[in-house]
């Protein structure tokens, strides 16, 4: 299935900005590499601040997703071996209070 008008310019700016940075790369240069016209951009975008933050939210919302998930499971693992050790204490202290 072809990629549509916007695939194509996410695809080339990432390219660009990867290689020129923000302020090294242009709206000509990402159409360009797209082999689709200025016109098509601003089409989806505004301008290039909007496409390249759309770009850092598409792709942090899922590492920060990520993140959130791994520090679940370490606090769910962590409050695990304390209640674990909790009880393994409370168990010795009863044994020698008996």
């Not at 301008?47 to 850092?56: E, F, R």
């Amino acid at each position: 299935m072809p990629l549509s008008s916007k695939e194509k310019v996410l695809r080339a700016a990432i390219r660009v900005f990867s290689q020129k940075g923000y302020d090294g790369a242009s709206m000509r240069e990402i159409a360009e590499a797209a082999r689709l016209t200025k016109p098509m951009i601003y089409y989806h975008f505004k301008n290039k601040k909007d496409l390249y933050l759309y770009l850092l939210e598409i792709h942090i919302e899922p590492l920060h997703q990520t993140l959130l998930s791994q520090a679940r499971t370490n606090y769910n693992n962590t409050l695990c071996d304390y209640n674990i050790a909790r009880a393994k204490l409370e168990k010795a202290v009863a044994k020698e209070l008996k």
